[in-house]
């Protein structure tokens, strides 16, 4: 079993003494790692160097320099894509096909974000336009912020990490980066990667610890200018309260809707939205939560959603053809199943799953639910999904608006004077015609409105958000 720690200027805390954390594979419980625990001592030691490195060496350091040691993390991730792949898959449960499509996407975050390093530009300002102001120039640079913290949760432990530390990085911040402590072995392995390119130590530095202990000293300390934070609900409001002055990005959770209306290709729409439910067991946040489906067109859509859910591989998620593994935990797929027991006892069918054998859960089919059940107003986070029918554009924009959440949503229909009406008034982040909710591309702007987020990522829009407006005017003597 291979033992990992925090990593502080360069040097790993590995001495005993520590608390040990064990990292188990959700789906047979085999340890794969024994974690030496960072306390709030390193996590100080970690801010203090960080911001000592972003003063004396990252302010030092060109963007050709930066946007070098982020194309040659890519390169040594696509040599060591398997490597990673597998880590995920065992640390998370995620099936190795998605743990793969993982590594893939993170090694495009790191192209996106070495390419964008060397794009931060600025603006001149027509200063003649205000009365007065002629006679004298006016421009702003983006300026790095300084000491960026990192949180980041277990469900896409290195792409979601990446989507931080590769803007900060491209902008010129240093980082405190604290990944999910149940996931924090490709985060390692990660930032191991980031030292091999050529990245200076302190840098990036690495403290794992629980969210108690170091992740929110982190959010409260003076000396970091930024918190980017990916989770929970829960957490992300903690995070708003205690962050004080800082500049604050938090991506949180959802129940996104996807709308089938009557003239959708119904088979495209029932085989993506399979995926779009049940992949990586649900715990994804734009996974597909409430399906809205016209009346004329819903037993069909039903009847075909149910045979190729039932269809599904589960098992062993480091097995090439598994669709379907654990949750992250024991406590989760529990949790879970009692949101199905709930939802019966209160009127709704299970058409198709609903069982759960330790930390596996069934892909669930859900109908006759209401719109104040657990598994409909919260984020599920776990394969179930519920199928609802509707009348009218108006009745699916309606209730697919009725929620806290607004991340993502998919519409399918081949009209797209509908597609457009119907995406103009949804209440979200962002909206795909034709394509599931859970789609995403790293190079677009992705976050939520309502209580999915605030800010955006998406590594352009992360790097903006990663840097300071700074203003130089000059009044210019006339002669
Ligand atoms: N919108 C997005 O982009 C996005 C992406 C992935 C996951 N998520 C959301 O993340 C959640 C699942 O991930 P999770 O279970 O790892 O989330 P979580 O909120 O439990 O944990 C996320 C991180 O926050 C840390 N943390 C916990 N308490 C903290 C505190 N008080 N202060 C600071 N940090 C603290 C954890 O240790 C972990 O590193 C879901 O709600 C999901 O929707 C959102
Ligand atoms: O879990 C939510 C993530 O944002 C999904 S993705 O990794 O961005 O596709």
């Known amino acids: 079993m291979v033992k990992i720690g925090s990593i502080i200027n360069g040097r790993e805390r590995l001495d005993e003494g520590r608390e040990t954390l064990d990292v188990l594979n959700p789906y047979n419980q085999e340890k794969i790692a024994g974690v ?7 996590l100080n030691e970690a801010i203090e160097n960080s911001y000592e490195k972003f003063h004396h060496d990252m302010k030092a350091m060109p963007a050709h320099e930066r946007a070098d040691i982020l194309r040659k993390t890519a390169d040594l991730l696509i040599e060591r894509s398997e490597e990673f792949a597998e880590v995920i898959s065992k640390e998370a449960g995620k099936p190795i096909k998605y743990s793969r499509g993982e590594v893939e996407r993170a090694m495009q975050v790191l192209r996106f974000a070495s390419e964008g390093a060397k794009h931060i530009t600025g603006e001149v ?44 990085i491209a902008a010129g911040n240093t980082v405190v980066f604290k990944p999910a402590e149940k996931t924090p072995v490709s985060a390692y392995m990660l930032v191991k990667l980031f030292e091999e390119a050529g990245l200076p130590a ?7 610890g629980s969210g108690e202990e170091v992740g929110a000293p982190l959010v409260e300390h003076d000396k970091v200018h930024k918190i980017s934070f990916t989770g929970s609900l829960p957490v992300g409001k903690n995070i708003m309260e205690n962050a004080g002055f800082k500049k604050v990005t938090l991506e949180l959770g959802s129940n996104s809707p996807n709308i089938v209306f009557n003239d959708a290709d119904l088979e495209q729409a029932t085989t993506e ?32 959603y149910v045979q190729k859910t039932e ?17 992250i935990n024991e406590d989760e797929a529990k949790r879970a199943k009692q949101w199905i027991d709930d939802a019966v006892q209160n009127g709704a069918e299970v058409k198709v799953g609903g069982e759960r054998e330790s930390t596996i859960l069934m892909p669930t089919i859900m109908t006759n639910v209401k719109k104040n059940m657990k598994i409909i107003a919260e984020e599920v986070f776990a394969p179930i999904v519920s199928v609802i029918p509707f009348h009218t554009e108006e009745e699916a924009v309606q209730r697919s608006n009725d929620s806290i959440y607004g991340l993502q949503a998919g519409v399918f229909t081949k009209d797209i004077n509908r597609a457009m009406r119907v995406a103009d008034r949804l209440e979200m982040g962002g909206v795909w015609i034709n394509e599931i ?15 999915s987020g605030v800010g955006r990522e998406g590594v352009k829009y992360a790097i903006e958000d990663m840097t300071e407006m700074k203003f130089i005017g000059m009044k210019i003597d006339q002669g």
């Open 311 to 327: 269809v599904l591989q589960i098992g062993d998620p480091i097995k090439e053809d598994t669709d379907i593994g654990p949750m």
């Open 437 to 451: 909710s859970t789609y995403r591309q790293d190079n677009h702007p992705y976050g939520g409105v309502k209580q």
């Open 273 to 304: 939205l399979v995926k779009g439910a049940f992949a990586f067991s649900g715990q994804v946040c734009i996974s597909a939560q409430r399906i809205y489906v016209q009346n004329d067109v819903y037993d069909e859509f039903l009847s075909n």
């Open 125 to 168: 300002i027509p200063m003649d336009a205000a009365i007065g102001g002629q006679h004298r120039m006016g421009f702003v640079k983006r300026e790095p912020l300084g000491v960026v913290g990192a949180i980041t949760p277990f469900n896409f432990p290195l792409n979601l990490s990446l989507h931080k530390l590769a803007p900060a």
């Open 36 to 42: 030496k625990l960072a306390t709030k001592s390193d």
């Open 202 to 208: 302190g840098f990036i530095n690495l403290v794992i």
